[in-house]
């Protein structure tokens, strides 16, 4: 067979075809059609209708998939009040999840570009509750503490009447109490090993800085102890009087007065003292 007549073959053959590939481009014309007006009907979505399908993600669908969801009522109504709640529901979602490092960033654009808004409150709160669910063991990291911490007082600070204030505030006194309790457990190593200088340190940053934590009692102790180690007395009295002024019903008042009444005590701490030293990671 010529070339010539190959291409002659050819040529009939796809003048048998053509009607079917005209079929077939018409065919995909239609299909492009119905893709092109699904994607107006949801263009044409109200930011209130995005916004509820986003809320059924959340509440009875797979709450992983609701940010993306509502994160499309702002792509599509960015100024509507809609697009400024999804925004808030959004970071929650994210933080339902438990993806906090996602949702801190969230909620401090929530913060940003809606100050004023009324359940702003909520976004502080839900952002020093992200960083509070990363806390592991303050011992090795305090990092993440000292961050929830942080958060937490920002929230009492410009919402103290937020009704989020007072989940708040136990929450604020458990990280003063849990980094106070790091300080004490590292004071007692020092005290065991008689380095009673680094210990005083220790004890007096948390009479100094966690205040309203509930170690305050004993590390005052652990100072008279520290001080009457290293005959400093007249420094051991003067952390005593303290002491026995703001916590005259303390056990610690008790032991200190007992201290001071017999020096020589033993200072090696009892067992529930050791219990402590194990416990501080837990609220």
Request: proline share 4%; hydrophobic share 40%; glycine share 2%.
């Amino acid at each position: 067979m010529t070339i010539r007549n190959a291409l002659s073959r050819d040529t009939a053959t796809r003048r048998r075809l053509s009607p079917a590939r005209s079929w077939s481009v018409a065919l995909i014309m239609v299909l492009g059609a119905c893709a092109a007006d699904d994607s107006l009907v949801q263009i044409e979505r109200s930011a209130e209708e995005l916004y509820n399908i986003a809320m059924d993600e959340a509440t009875t669908g797979e709450i992983k998939l609701a940010p993306e969801k509502f994160d499309e009522v702002e792509r599509q109504h960015p100024y509507s009040k809609w697009a400024t709640r999804a925004q808030l529901m959004s970071a929650w979602a994210l933080y339902q999840s438990n993806n906090y490092a996602a949702a801190i960033p969230a909620l401090d654009r929530c913060i940003e570009l809606n100050p004023a808004h009324e359940d702003v409150d909520y976004a502080f709160y839900l952002k020093a509750m992200s960083y509070y669910e990363q806390i592991v063991d303050v011992e090795r990291d305090a990092g993440m503490t000292l961050k929830a911490r942080e958060a937490f007082e920002a929230l009492l600070k410009r919402f103290p009447d937020s009704e989020y204030s007072r989940d708040g505030q136990l929450k604020y006194d458990l990280t003063n109490s849990h980094l106070a309790g790091k300080e004490m457990a590292v004071g007692r190593f020092y005290v065991k090993r008689e380095h009673y200088a680094a210990a005083i340190r220790r004890f007096s940053t948390v009479v100094r800085d966690y205040d309203t934590s509930n170690q305050v009692p004993e590390a005052l102790y652990r100072i008279v102890e520290a001080y009457l180690a290293l005959g400093i007395d007249e420094e051991a009295t003067r952390a005593g009087a303290v002491l026995k002024y703001n916590y005259p019903d303390s056990i610690w008042t008790a032991r200190m007065l007992r201290l001071i009444d017999d020096p020589e005590t033993n200072h090696e701490p009892a067992l529930f003292e050791q219990f402590l030293d194990r416990a501080i990671n837990l609220f």
